[in-house]
């Protein structure tokens, strides 16, 4: 290689690498200020009695949300909380709703028909 070639080889690189850095570094995008997420609003959640089951069998919600227990099967039911009694619907009949805030997570059932379990699973 000439020495003509070899000096235009470096003013080729010389450029390149000029061309490169008037392009500047990638701007890096800025980060704006965290806004803060407010909390989901308290959801209704359905629990359906039909078929001498709830439906479903377990929910999960977030601490304040309500449980809207809805009795659509043909005989009277309730949904109460296992051990203790803590809370319960009462006797719910065919057509009849109960709306209820459960703030632990339970397992509960049909005192009516003891075979019918369900459960709820609070999210903190
Ligand atoms: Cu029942």
Known sequence: MSNI???RSFRALFLGTVMLAACGTPEV?????AIPVAPPPPALVP???????????????HK???????????VEHDATALPDSAWTT???????SKKMVIDKSTDYFCSIHVVM?????VAP
Do not use: S, Y
């Open 64 to 74: 304040g949300d309500t449980i809207l227990f809805t009795n659509k099967d043909v």
């Open 29 to 33: 995008p800025k980060q704006e200020p």
């Open 5 to 7: 070639h070899i000096r």
């Open 117 to 121: 379990r369900g459960r709820v699973e």
């Open 90 to 96: 009462g006797p719910l009949q065919p057509g009849q």
């Open 47 to 61: 629990v359906n009695i039909a078929m001498m089951k709830f439906q479903p069998d377990t929910v999960r919600i």
